[in-house]
């Protein structure tokens, strides 16, 4: 069994800034890419950010120079988040691509979310 968990989140102010991580455990042979999608309130859920195994990433629009997505080691993501705005609130989930063995095929595992509130 593969399991995401996400940390990092909480209440900051606008401009300031937070660090989400993503810790992969269980029975994992290779990530190939992970990922950031977010929740807001009434909202679906849409895409943050994204880094393949190679190291290359994007972003979305609204979160481009503000946002930087990373990896460490084989099962750990980080979302460092900058500039902080209020339209930043949301939900924060996890998303990998992960094999179990040599010879099966990638899955998608979400984690269970991470709540991030930017607010004076």
């Known amino acids: 069994q593969v399991q995401l968990v996400e940390s990092g989140g909480g209440l900051v102010q606008p401009g300031g800034s937070l660090r989400l991580s993503c810790a992969a455990s269980g029975s994992i042979f290779s990530i190939n890419a992970m990922a950031w999608y977010r929740q807001a309130a009434g909202k679906e859920r849409e895409f943050v950010a994204h880094?393949?195994?190679?190291?290359?990433h994007n972003y979305a629009d609204s979160v481009k120079g503000r946002f930087a997505i990373s990896r460490d080691g084989a099962k750990n993501g980080y979302l460092q988040m900058n500039s902080l705005k209020p339209e930043d609130t949301a939900v924060y989930y996890c998303?990998?691509?992960?094999?179990?063995?040599?010879?099966?095929?990638?899955?998608?595992?979400w984690g269970q979310g991470t709540q991030v509130t930017v607010s004076s």
């Open positions: 998303n990998a691509q992960i094999r179990s063995n040599s010879n099966g095929p990638y899955l998608s595992y």
């Open positions: 880094i393949i195994s190679g190291g290359s």
